[in-house]
């Protein structure tokens, strides 16, 4: 996004549904489907890490890959609203710090 001054990137589907989401509801749903598709292989990953014992077993890994995607099309909206990348970064910076990591000093597996 930097090497395009913040204005020509994005995410595309991030800005339709912000444009036209509201206006048509053939639209709203199927670009509901890709943001929501797009949550499977986060929690994916998500449920891996906690059968390798890295995150805590409770974890709920649809609930956290859907917050995930909802906090970076708003870190994305940010930055390109204040032309840098302080938004994405803090949004990453702060969702990999709520992650529930498993202390290995407890017996996770290594």
């Known amino acids: 996004m930097a090497r395009h001054q913040w204005l020509r990137r994005g995410c595309l589907v991030g800005n339709l549904a912000q444009e036209l989401g509201g206006r048509n509801d053939a639209f ?3 670009l509901e489907a890709v943001l929501t598709s797009w949550q499977a292989p986060v929690a994916d ?3 891996e ?8 077993h ?3 890994a649809k609930q956290l890959a859907a917050f995930f ?5 708003g870190a994305l909206m940010r930055a390109k609203l204040t032309r840098d990348s302080l938004p ?4 990453i910076d702060q969702y990999f710090a709520l992650l529930p990591i498993r202390n290995r ?3 996770a597996p290594s």
């Open 69 to 73: 995607w909802i906090g970076w099309e």
């Open 58 to 60: 409770d974890v709920d």
């Open 45 to 47: 990953c998500l449920n």
């Open 105 to 107: 000093a407890e017996g």
């Open 28 to 30: 709203r749903q199927q």
């Open 88 to 91: 994405l970064d803090c949004f």
């Open 49 to 56: 890490a906690v059968t390798r014992g890295d995150l805590d």
